[in-house]
């Protein structure tokens, strides 16, 4: 019975460890929200800045594999190139020892109880009190609670019973077989907990407790490096080329650099020894453990980073572009993580998808509009116009209910307020994209109507429409220039004066018609022309919601 006492302390303080771990990461990640992802503007073509992006980011976060999923996610969107992505993962496995060190400089040295306690109430305060700051509570309750479950496996462990566990002695004592064991026991144990700190921390706790030696203990942290590669992948999973190689990337770089430190295991570690002084017994053990986990990573790290570019050719090579499959119906499925904000910035990414068909739907009206008065085959020409914009209209009714029922999904998670905001600016701007393609579609059958009825526009009328059109064109490029970010107040000014132009034409122009109306001319046709005037104008409209609608996006 005492035995199942000891593992029932243990499994208590696991969990409570991880779920310290989860609401810890949680809490960042929602305090830190959209301002986290604006740190990828500072990712340009250095690789240097990328490494150091990528360990800032993943040393506050206590994430790997939140990053890694985060990359893919930016790569997926179009935020990301290939080459950034490979440097902000070797920069979040620099970033991911952080927790080893916390672990082996507080967790063992200190009575942990003295402030995990006080973090603890402090951080359930701060997440009660409804302020604008809740979730930076939330990490200081996670933060409390990790280390509370910690102190609650150490405790437990030296009630266990050496002799009895004999068989873990048998497997630490088998040489290279041992490592080799033990690099399979950790890539096991991260990949089912999901977390390489949280695997990390035990691995560490276990050989304070004297129940794995060294060199198993570093086996295990080797094989933690290949268990967080789970999470990218799984990621992937239905994201674009370029997602997949970026998820090859961080399964790549871990394994071959686990690779390369079992073949060079014992110079690892005796360099390992002659960094950190002190004895690899009891307190001792625990900083060079967490020693050899910085090492490796820091020196996998300055052994690739040189041939980024090559690494980036090898995983183009291995996940080539493939062709899209054709005419099938849209759907958005994306998994939401522990960070739905990540989800959002993939949303985004869609919805720039979407203004991009609207635009080309535009720019199919736009050209055969141009060229209808002189060409040979009217009817075909207007035929094929309408069936392309059926197809594309079609598209985007299917691309609206997916993204909408996908964000109302996110507003179930826990998001912090600005991405709430976010989210419903989103489904403001979906609905006008729909609206603006289905106003292009309307504009077709009004060409097929002027065409199947012979009442086509003369010489002069088009003259007069090609500026107006022109504006209305002028008015989308701006639209799918912005989209996504936060207008500044010179660029509201110019969304503005884009609107006010494109009224001052309409106007301009409905009253051209009318007067050619009055001079004799072919009403039908002038009543079509003014139609026409009017459905365009409603295309500005829509773009001028959308850009009243990114100026709230900050």
């Keep these: 019975?005492?035995?199942?006492?000891?593992?029932?302390?243990?499994?208590?303080?696991?969990?409570?460890?991880?779920?310290?771990?989860?609401?810890?990461?949680?809490?960042?990640?929602?305090?830190?929200?959209?301002?986290?992802?604006?740190?990828?503007?500072?990712?340009?073509?250095?690789?240097?800045?990328?490494?150091?992006?990528?360990?800032?980011?993943?040393?506050?976060?206590?994430?790997?594999?939140?990053?890694?999923?985060?990359?893919?996610?930016?790569?997926?969107?179009?935020?990301?190139?290939?080459?950034?992505?490979?440097?902000?993962?070797?920069?979040?496995?620099?970033?991911?020892?952080?927790?080893?060190?916390?672990?082996?400089?507080?967790?063992?040295?200190?009575?942990?109880?003295?402030?995990?306690?006080?973090?603890?109430?402090?951080?359930?305060?701060?997440?009660?009190?409804?302020?604008?700051?809740?979730?930076?509570?939330?990490?200081?309750?996670?933060?409390?609670?990790?280390?509370?479950?910690?102190?609650?496996?150490?405790?437990?462990?030296?009630?266990?019973?050496?002799?009895s566990l004999s068989f873990i002695s048998a497997v630490s004592g088998l040489g290279f077989l041992s490592v080799l064991i033990g690099v399979g026991v950790g890539t096991a144990v991260t990949a089912l907990m999901n977390s390489s700190s949280a695997s990390t921390a035990i691995i560490i706790t276990l050989a304070f407790g004297g129940l794995i030696n060294f060199d198993m203990s570093a086996a295990m942290?080797?094989?933690?490096?290949?268990g967080t590669t789970i999470n990218a992948p799984l990621a992937a999973i239905g994201g674009t080329t370029a997602a997949k190689q970026a998820a090859l990337v961080h399964v790549l770089f871990n394994v071959i650099g686990v690779i390369i430190a079992l073949i060079f295991f014992r110079p690892f570690v005796t360099l390992v020894d002659y960094l950190t002084p002190g004895p690899r017994e009891g307190a001792g053990i625990t900083t060079h453990l967490a020693m050899f986990h910085t090492a490796f990573n820091m020196s996998m790290t300055i052994l690739f980073l040189p041939f980024l570019k090559q690494f980036a050719v090898l995983v183009s090579v291995l996940v080539k572009e493939t062709a899209p499959e054709p005419s099938k119906s849209y759907t958005f499925e994306y998994p939401l993580h522990n960070a739905p904000e990540l989800a959002i910035v993939q949303a985004e990414k869609e919805i720039r998808d979407m203004a991009?068909?609207?635009?080309?739907?535009?720019?199919?009206?736009?050209?055969?509009?141009?060229?209808?008065?002189?060409?040979?085959?009217?009817?075909?020409?207007?035929?094929?116009?309408?069936?392309?914009?059926?197809?594309?209209?079609?598209?985007?009714?299917?691309?609206?209910?997916?993204?909408?029922?996908?964000?109302?999904?996110?507003?179930?998670?826990?998001?912090?307020?600005?991405?709430?905001?976010?989210?419903?600016?989103?489904?403001?701007?979906?609905?006008?994209?729909?609206?603006?393609?289905?106003?292009?579609?309307?504009?077709?059958?009004?060409?097929?109507?002027?065409?199947?009825?012979?009442?086509?526009?003369?010489?002069?009328?088009?003259?007069?429409?090609?500026?107006?059109?022109?504006?209305?064109?002028?008015?989308?490029?701006?639209?799918?220039?912005?989209?996504?970010?936060?207008?500044?107040?010179?660029?509201?000014?110019?969304?503005?004066?884009l609107e006010a132009r494109i009224d001052k034409s309409r106007n301009k122009l409905r009253k051209l018609g009318r007067k050619r109306i009055e001079a004799g001319e072919n009403v039908k046709t002038e009543l079509l022309f003014i139609d026409l005037v009017r459905r365009l104008e409603k295309l500005g409209d829509y773009c001028f919601d959308i850009s009243k609608a990114l100026t709230g996006a900050k």
Aim: glycine share 10%; net charge neutral; aromatic share 8%.
């Design 221 to 226: 942290i080797l094989g933690a490096n290949i």
């Design 356 to 497: 991009g068909l609207a635009s080309s739907m535009y720019g199919k009206i736009s050209a055969v509009l141009g060229s209808l008065h002189d060409a040979p085959d009217k009817e075909r020409q207007v035929d094929t116009l309408v069936a392309e914009l059926h197809e594309r209209e079609t598209t985007a009714d299917e691309m609206r209910e997916e993204l909408t029922r996908f964000l109302i999904t996110c507003t179930r998670q826990q998001l912090n307020q600005r991405s709430q905001r976010r989210v419903s600016q989103l489904l403001r701007i979906i609905a006008d994209l729909e609206e603006l393609s289905d106003e292009c579609y309307s504009v077709s059958f009004l060409l097929e109507r002027s065409v199947k009825k012979n009442l086509l526009f003369k010489h002069k009328e088009m003259e007069a429409l090609t500026p107006y059109m022109g504006q209305v064109e002028a008015s989308l490029g701006f639209v799918r220039e912005h989209l996504g970010n936060p207008l500044t107040e010179d660029q509201i000014r110019y969304a503005g004066e």
């Design 1 to 163: 019975m005492e035995y199942f006492g000891i593992v029932f302390r243990m499994a208590g303080g696991l969990g409570l460890f991880l779920y310290g771990m989860k609401v810890m990461s949680d809490g960042i990640q929602q305090a830190a929200g959209d301002r986290m992802q604006r740190v990828i503007n500072f990712m340009t073509g250095n690789r240097f800045m990328a490494v150091l992006t990528g360990m800032v980011i993943t040393a506050i976060v206590q994430s790997s594999s939140a990053v890694s999923v985060m990359m893919v996610s930016f790569v997926n969107a179009g935020l990301l190139t290939l080459s950034q992505s490979i440097g902000v993962t070797m920069g979040a496995n620099i970033g991911t020892t952080v927790t080893a060190w916390l672990v082996s400089l507080i967790g063992f040295k200190i009575n942990i109880s003295t402030f995990a306690l006080p973090a603890v109430g402090i951080g359930f305060i701060l997440r009660a009190i409804r302020w604008k700051h809740q979730h930076l509570g939330e990490a200081v309750l996670g933060f409390g609670l990790l280390f509370l479950g910690l102190e609650f496996l150490t405790s437990s462990l030296p009630r266990i019973d050496a002799g």
